[in-house]
């Protein structure tokens, strides 16, 4: 009798302990929003990717080249960002990783302060001296900043704003990998100050404590690019 009030006892432990670590699963995308409509089910996305059948699958679907080849850094910001995530490699789908390649020019070029809402990234310089940091969420805001050189390795925490910049004065390159098959950008400037349509001047001079020509003075370069 003892041993089946122990073993009921045990299930319930079980049931509990796991039911306290279930959650949904991970978004892959801004969002998925459900179809209550049976009649668009044929216009349906799923969270990531259909999956190919095995016996189809080939080498070539775990494969992809040219992070060889430097990135065009002739832009504003002097940076390039050459993704290698689900979209070039369909073999990364479900595996929960990915790759990029990010070029900097010479003298300042900067991949600007950004956050990967779906992935923690650790990165390596290949060549080059980088400037990176990260900032914590509210209400510490703090930054945490090094200067790496090549060869040395840091991570920036998933959600978190970074950004790297070169303060060497030859071209820098590094090499970063994701905790998602698509981490998702979400570039702080582009997104607050070009965003389409765009956000009200009243928020944005509330938001930032300026006065609206400065907000009209910074969407300026960001609403040309559309």
């Known amino acids: ?48 990717k259909f999956c190919k059948d095995p016996n189809l699958v080939k080498a070539e679907d775990f494969f992809s080249q040219g992070l060889d080849v430097a990135g065009n850094t002739s832009n504003p910001s002097g940076s390039n960002v050459t993704t290698v995530n689900v979209d070039k490699i369909p073999g990364l789908n479900t595996l929960g990783i990915s790759l990029v390649r990010i070029d900097y020019a010479p003298n300042g070029g900067l991949n600007p302060p950004h956050t990967h809402p779906r992935g923690t990234e650790i990165l390596t310089v290949i060549e080059g001296t980088l400037n990176v940091g990260f900032v914590t969420s509210n209400p510490n805001n703090t930054l945490f900043t090094k200067v790496l050189n090549k060869g040395d390795v840091f991570v920036f925490p998933i959600g978190l704003i970074h950004f790297q910049q070169n303060i060497g004065k030859t071209p820098a390159v590094a090499i970063a990998a994701l905790s998602s098959q698509n981490a998702g950008v979400i570039t702080i400037a582009n997104a607050v100050f070009g965003s389409k349509p765009a956000i009200s001047r009243d928020v944005l001079t509330r938001a930032f404590q300026v006065g609206a020509a400065v907000i009209k003075l910074l969407q300026a370069p960001f609403m040309k690019q559309y």
């Open 1 to 48: 009798m003892k041993s089946v009030a122990y073993f009921a006892g045990f299930l319930v432990f079980a049931f509990v302990f796991s039911g306290a670590f279930a959650s949904d699963p991970s978004p892959l995308q801004d969002f998925c929003v459900a179809i209550n409509d049976p009649r668009l089910v044929n216009n349906a996305f799923v969270n990531g």
